[in-house]
């Protein structure tokens, strides 16, 4: 495998975005371009790359939401490998771009493959796509090492670093201590993690007691309408990450997740290719299909030889009787001003402790806010007049009653106008809710410390978490129209 060009932005939204560092590599370029023949691209300048790939991934800032090339639904995006549209001399699409994001970088490369972006083949076939991001992955690693300061001094210690770091582990565009292309030829036996060689780009061996970290992480979202005639709308998507720092070989490792006697069975079970065997009955509950009680439930065993670097052993759905938090949102109109009231209820169901909670309220096309007179229960109400936003910010508890509510009127007579948003006119409005719940899941599954076992003479310590969290969580306005979708909710 090598790489075309090697990319470190520094991700700010809208004109602050910029290039820390950049690479290119002649030597590949050239390769690339009799590979490619007549549907060659050029890599085009770093301004440009910059543009077109902020675009892609939604960071660009534009006041233009909509982009046809990218949010058309004929157009399907196959992240973390993306398709960047050049213009202009050069025109043509330059494929596969991998982006890997964590604050406050964006890594990107473009890998030499055999293939034109017409024909598409699958990720999973293209060697180079996998190892482009492990060595994204390690360069990651070395940028923001655990521990280092990642915004300052620190950071920028290490970008001066790179030229000289890039010369001794990718000399001339080409990684070392990558896998060899046959490797992969036979999927049948899968790799023992003992003859795993520590790639040139790590920052070294783990030292200290090894540890083992297993967490798992729910996101519910839902769409709840407040009207009889609409139905509404939650789904649970849970993923299962590890982490295995050994020192010297890496072990054999099972994780066994567990759920509650009355829990609901795990649905889409997608694993990683390390796991070494699985039965069959774990993949086949799908929430495509009605569930019955003859689904298998657990619990659900999944052994593994681990990657050196941290990743995401399994993902699932679930599907559970109600959303953790409940809302009716009612606005009714009054001359200039707004009638706003809200009442949230936390489910019995739900821990009460949260990592933080707000409810945003924004009111679209409009003048800017005037007079707010609007009171609640619990929390605190911040207001944003040049946004026409009110964040209730309601802490990390609900009181024992376990119901908050905000009521008041909100007069509209400001001069300028405030934000627009095309499908929120005249009363159809929305609650967004951000939330994030420690140390439980709300489907019930969990990894139990014990439940871990490690096939080693070194004895790790096991560290395992859970924790959830919304995304794209809304309460409609029950007393005006919202956006309804007869199917099911996709993440």
């Not at 699958?122 to 070395?142: K, N, R, Y």
Request: glycine letters at 6%; aromatic letters at 6%.
């Amino acid at each position: 495998m090598s790489l075309r060009a090697l990319w470190i932005i520094s991700p700010e939204k809208g004109e602050h975005a910029s290039i820390r560092f950049s690479r290119r590599f002649a030597t590949v370029e050239l390769r690339a371009k009799r590979l490619a023949g007549s549907s060659y691209v050029a890599v085009p300048e770093d301004d440009c790359f910059l543009q077109l790939l902020l675009t892609e991934l939604g960071l660009s800032g534009s006041k233009q939401p909509f982009v046809v090339k990218r949010d058309d639904c004929l157009y399907r995006p196959r992240s973390p490998a993306v398709e960047l549209h050049v213009t202009g001399a050069g025109k043509g699409t330059l494929w596969p771009v991998l982006a890997i994001s964590q604050a406050p970088l964006i890594l990107a490369c473009l890998p030499l493959v055999d293939a034109s972006p017409e024909q598409r083949p699958p990720l999973s076939s293209l060697l180079s796509v996998s190892q482009g991001l492990s060595f994204l992955a390690g360069l990651q690693t070395f940028l923001l090492a655990p521990g280092s300061k990642q915004d300052g001094e620190g950071l920028v210690s290490r970008l001066a670093l790179l030229p000289s770091v890039l010369l001794q582990v990718c000399p001339l565009g080409t990684p070392l201590e990558l896998p060899l292309s046959g490797t992969l030829a036979t999927p049948s036996a899968p790799t023992s993690a003992g003859i795993q060689k520590q790639p040139a780009w790590r920052t070294g061996l783990h030292r200290g007691r090894a540890v083992v970290n297993v967490s798992v992480a729910e996101t519910v979202r839902s769409m709840q309408y407040g009207n009889r005639s609409r139905q509404d709308l939650w789904d649970v998507y849970g993923t299962v990450a590890c982490k295995c720092e050994v020192e010297g070989v890496l072990p054999n490792v099972t994780v066994t997740l567990s759920l509650p006697p009355n829990g609901s069975p795990l649905q889409d079970i997608l694993v990683h290719p390390c796991v070494t065997s699985l039965d069959s009955s774990v993949l086949t509950a799908s929430s495509v299909d009605s569930c019955d009680g003859s689904a298998f439930s657990g619990p659900y065993k999944f052994p593994f030889s681990p990657p050196l670097e941290p990743f995401i052993l399994c993902s699932y759905t679930s599907q559970v009787p109600v959303p953790p938090i409940l809302g009716s949102y009612q606005l009714k109109e009054e001359e200039s001003q707004l009638h706003v009231s809200v009442v949230l209820k936390l489910h019995e169901s739900v821990k009460n402790s949260f990592e933080y909670c707000e409810a945003h309220l924004p009111f679209y096309n409009r003048d800017q806010m005037g007079v707010v007179d609007v009171k609640v229960s619990s929390g605190q109400l911040d207001v944003s007049k040049e946004k026409n936003l009110l964040v209730w910010a309601l802490g990390q508890k609900f009181p024992k009653s376990r119901e908050v509510t905000m009521e008041g009127k909100i007069l509209f007579s400001g001069t300028a106008p405030g934000p627009s948003e095309p499908l929120c006119t005249g009363l159809t409005a929305y609650i967004k809710l951000y939330f994030k719940v420690p140390d439980t899941t709300l489907s019930g599954c969990s990894v139990d410390q014990h439940s871990v076992q490690v096939y080693s003479s070194a004895k790790p310590r096991i560290v395992t978490s859970r924790e959830l969290h919304s995304k794209d969580y809304r309460i409609w306005n029950s007393t005006g129209t919202a956006p309804v979708s007869s199917g099911q909710m996709i993440l």
